[in-house]
């Protein structure tokens, strides 16, 4: 079946770049959730920790059983809070304090406007008095910032509130805690970096959504998205391709199928505006479940070596090509 090429060299370009910018390895928490963005789960997160990364951020505790042993802290952002000596948890509501387990390590998530998870700005009080009347361990507060890959004021008073935030925490009495709000955009654009953490997501796979504006961070992507040969045939003109038969053969000309499809989590797409591989191949016709069609005889194609081109074919973000991909497809590392 297709297959995908994991670049070590890419991806320790990228740390390093990131590293650059915090001062120090071990403030970056690699994001593995989702399968690490579509690049394999277990894979990235051994390449991470060979990197010298020690703190990692995943959406639930099976993920996070698949790598504990790695790394020295683990983030889970949406799980039932348990007492785990290498887990902590991401609190977003005054529910989830008073549910956890007592002794677990939490973070405080707070809505600086982002409006999505967290504690809102009024219920921090109430909040830190329900963690010490359930003897939970505060040991880190964080954000998420709505607007840093934007040209806007908005990243800036979202930074203020945060700061706030962080006097109310300790005059609250709470030490030894880590404050985080730094996502890869915001890493990518600041010039003076001054908290515990950064959680780095897209940014280490290699892209760099920040607009044109800012100044540039070069950042090399990560995957390459390869499909194998299945058959070949030679058409005739006038000889039409596919379901519908989208695509009809403006002369005699060689085709070969290849072993990927929306099936794989690649996507469908719209035959009237062909997606173009990295190798310059439009795929002729409707993309099927299991295969695409290309003017190629080759063995071997690389259909996507960067999910930002990718993503602007098809509409949408680097994110979403590379998280669709499913899981079963079999990774190398070069």
């Known amino acids: 079946m297709a297959f995908i ?8 370009h990228n740390l390093n770049q990131i590293a650059l910018k915090t001062g120090s390895v071990d403030k970056i928490a690699i994001v593995l959730k989702d399968n690490a963005y579509g690049h394999g789960l277990e894979l990235m997160a051994k390449l991470a920790s060979e990197f010298g990364i020690k703190h990692a951020v995943v959406r639930k505790i099976l993920e996070a059983e698949l790598i504990r042993s790695l790394f020295e802290t683990v983030l889970v952002l949406s799980d039932t809070i348990i007492k785990d000596e290498v887990y902590s948890f991401a609190i977003n509501t ?14 405080l998530k707070v809505d600086t406007v982002m409006h999505r998870n ?37 990243l800036f008073w979202q930074q203020k509130r945060f700061e706030a935030v962080k006097e109310r925490v300790k005059n609250a009495g709470f030490i030894d805690v880590r404050f985080h709000s730094y996502n890869s955009a915001a ?27 800012f100044d540039k961070v070069e950042l090399k992507p990560v995957m390459g998205l390869h499909a194998k040969k299945v058959s070949s045939r030679v058409l005739k003109a006038s000889e039409r391709i596919g379901y519908g038969g989208d695509f009809t053969a403006p002369k005699e000309m060689l085709v070969s199928t ?14 009237t505006q062909p997606y173009v591989t990295s190798e310059g191949l439009p795929i002729l016709g409707r993309v099927s479940m299991d295969f695409v069609i290309l003017a190629s005889d080759k063995d071997e194609v690389c259909i996507m070596d960067d999910a930002q081109v990718a993503a602007k074919q ?10 669709a991909l499913s899981i079963d497809i079999p990774k190398e590392v070069i």
């Not at 654009?189 to 920040?210: M, P």
């Not at 290849?258 to 035959?271: A, M, N, Q, T, V």
């Not at 098809?314 to 998280?323: A, L, P």
Request: contains cysteine; aromatic residues 10%.
């Open 5 to 12: 090429k994991i670049n070590k060299q890419n991806f320790y």
């Open 314 to 323: 098809f509409g949408t973000i680097s994110y979403e090509v590379t998280t």
């Open 94 to 107: 005054l529910e989830d304090i008073k549910q956890a387990q007592k002794g677990a390590k939490v973070e």
């Open 187 to 213: 890493i990518l654009r600041t010039k003076s970096f001054d908290e515990d953490l950064v959680r780095v997501g897209i940014g280490a796979y290699g892209y760099n959504e920040l607009p044109s504006s």
């Open 258 to 271: 290849y072993d990927l499809g929306y099936g794989d989590g690649w996507c469908r797409g719209d035959s």
């Open 118 to 154: 967290g504690i809102a700005l009024d219920e921090i009080d109430e909040a830190l008095s329900l963690i010490k009347e359930q003897k939970l361990n505060l040991v880190g507060v964080m954000t998420h910032f709505r607007s840093a890959d934007e040209l806007s004021s908005e």
